[in-house]
Every structure is written in C-alpha cells, then in structure tokens.
C-alpha cells in the first residue's frame, strides 16, 4: 500500500470517530505529562547517569541552600520551555479545546456544545493576555537549545572518546526534533518574514525571503513536531530513569 494510500485510510478514520475523541485524547496526554513532570521536579535528585544529563535540568543549576530538600533545582529551568509551550498557538488552540470547551471540536456538534458562545468572547484578554509574551519565551527558549545540543555531543561521547549508543541516538532524536518544533514556531516565521511587505525593499530580503519559504514548510507540520518533541522529552528522562535505577543497561552500537 502506497503512503498516500495510507495517509488518506489513517485520515478516513479518524473522521470517522466521535467528536469528542480528540479533545479527551489532548486533556489525557497534557495532564499526564504534567503529573509527570510536576513529580519528577518535586521527588528526584538530578536525571543525570554518566555523560547524560535529562533535558529537564539543562543547563545544570546548582541546588541553592534555600529550597526545601525535596525541591529540585530544575524548577529554575522549566519555567521557560514550559512558558514557551503553554504560548505556543498550537498549544493554545489545543488546550482551549480541551480544558476550556472553547469550541472542543470543529464539527457543528462540538460547536453546539461550546461552554461559552461567540458572543462571549472578548479575545486573550485578562488572564490570557499573558499569551502575548510567546515571543520572549521564544527567544529563551532557543538559548536552551544550545545546551541541549551540547548535552548531545557529549552524550556520543562516552568515556571520553567518540561512541554511538542507544542513548546518544534517543538524545541525538530528542533535539533534532525540538530544534525543529522551535524552528516551525508561527512567531519565528513572522519574525523572519511576515511583517515584511516588499522583500526587495530591505536589506536582505531575498535571504529572508527563503528563509520564511523555508519556515513555512516546518510550520505546516507544526502541530506534528508540537507533539513529537513533547514525547521524545518524556521518553529521553524515562530513559535515563530507568539506567539510574538500573533496570536497563545502556547499549553501545559502536
């Protein structure tokens, strides 16, 4: 069966299934991840085993003298790509969908059950206007990239000297796919290109001009490396838990 014929049986299906199917599956998969990481800051010491460091604590911070024993140092650290997340235009759709039933869905259906109508809405306003700072938490989080890139590096290479193991490719994965969520973010793409109306009328245009093409490519996807990036957090911090707990070992292919 060719990929197109799969893409289109896989979409067939799922239009197929209940509307509310979708915002349940986001409220699922958004508190879980939560419960996840509100446990792992609070009751474990720092996700590092040998040359690999958890992105949850990257960059490494020192634990201050002023937090309570259990209290990890991390709380220092996830505020930004958490901030970054929670702005994110994706995520606000999906999580105004889920938590809030602002519409749950698209179909008519969905819109019928719609906690607050159209005529109630006044925009990301009051609480919501903090939305509106996504950019910065952009920019800060695109610094935190670089030391995930830098963890890496260094976790293919083990003792010292250069090594291909199954944590290396789990951590090579993980960042390639948060640089590229970060990269198809709509506020990088409208910094890039979009508020400008004639790129032959400033200086480097056709450079942005190529770059926002490009851009545009990633942000079609956006919604797909939203969600693959959240999974490859998770999976790449389970995995060095389960090496500090000792119940794998970590395979070393060369």
Not at 132 to 140: L, S, T
Not at 229 to 252: C, E, K, N, P, Q
Request: proline share 5%.
């Amino acid at each position: 069966m060719a990929y197109g014929d799969i893409a289109r049986s896989t979409t067939g299906v799922l239009r197929r299934l209940p509307w509310w199917t979708g915002p349940i599956a986001v409220t699922a998969a958004l508190v879980g991840f939560g419960i996840y990481v509100f446990v792992t800051v609070m009751l474990f010491d720092r996700g590092e085993y040998e040359n690999y460091l958890s992105p949850f604590y990257s960059p490494p911070v020192g634990g201050e003298s002023f937090l309570p024993a259990w209290l990890s140092p991390a709380i220092f650290i996830l505020w930004l790509p958490l901030g970054f997340r929670a702005t994110c235009y994706y995520y606000r759709k999906a999580y105004y969908r889920a938590f809030f039933w602002d519409p749950p869905a698209c179909s008519s259906k969905a819109q019928q059950r719609e906690l607050r109508g159209p005529e109630h809405y006044r925009g990301e306003t009051a609480l919501f206007v903090w939305n509106n700072i996504h950019r910065y938490f952009m920019y800060g989080s695109f610094v935190l990239l670089v030391f995930l890139t830098i963890d890496t590096v260094r976790a293919f290479l083990p003792e010292g000297s250069f090594g291909i193991t199954l944590g290396s490719l789990i951590f090579l994965v993980n960042v390639s796919l948060l640089w590229t969520y970060s990269l198809s973010c709509h506020s990088l793409r409208h910094v890039i290109g979009g508020s400008v109306d004639c790129y032959s009328c400033v200086k480097g245009g056709n450079a942005r001009r190529k770059a926002y093409n490009w851009l545009s490519v990633l942000n079609r996807q956006h919604a797909l490396w939203a969600w693959l990036s959240l999974f490859s957090l998770l999976i790449t911090d389970v995995y060095i838990r389960l090496l500090l707990a000792g119940v794998i070992t970590d395979f070393r292919l060369v």
